[in-house]
């Protein structure tokens, strides 16, 4: 087990600029994880990803992820986080925290007056947030999430080729 906070440097945060929006095309058509669909490439409209991800501009910001304990809620280290400063934190959610002097994504839960900060990697501990001794100062509560789709490590790609080579169609 890891017992760590996974601290995000200061560096990593940004706020959001408003003035710089660049509407992107947005389709109608889904993208299907199984079979593909090719017929349907109608543009629906153009959309802006401010617009889709931020919902309070002055109350939002932007955090660089470090670190890896919480890669089972898709957090990877270098992901994007949207971090909404004006929502009201619930059990549950996942926020982003400073913790005795140091900066953490974490899933926050409330229970009777005890607050426990969560990790989503099971190598990790959970965090015990002691009022009498811990500094402890929800940031916002992370609402959308940017990463990079994952890359496949050599194993996985080996797989991959085996299984086309033994499964192709001549």
Not at 8 to 20: K, Q, T, V
Not at 40 to 52: P, Y
Not at 161 to 167: A, I, L, M, P, S
Request: proline share 9%; charged share 20%.
């Amino acid at each position: 087990m890891i017992d760590t906070l996974d601290p995000i440097p200061p560096g990593n945060i940004w706020a959001i600029d408003p003035s710089e929006r660049v509407p992107i095309p947005f389709y109608l058509s889904t993208v299907q994880a199984g079979f593909p669909n090719p017929a349907e490439n109608f543009l629906r409209q153009r959309l802006n990803l401010q617009d889709l991800c931020v919902q309070h501009p002055d109350a939002t910001y932007f955090v660089e992820a470090a670190g890896e304990s919480m890669i089972e809620d898709y957090i990877y280290p270098g992901s994007i986080l949207v971090v909404d400063a004006a929502l009201l934190v619930e059990s549950g959610k996942i926020i982003v925290c400073w913790v005795n002097g140091a900066c953490t994504v974490k899933r926050f839960v409330r229970y009777g007056k005890l607050v426990v900060l969560f990790p989503s990697n099971a190598h990790y501990t959970p965090l015990y947030i002691h009022p009498e001794t811990d500094q402890f100062l929800v940031l916002g509560v992370v609402v959308r999430i940017v990463s990079k789709p994952p890359r496949w490590d050599s194993d996985q790609l080996k797989t991959a080729q085996d299984y086309v080579r033994t499964h192709r169609r001549e």
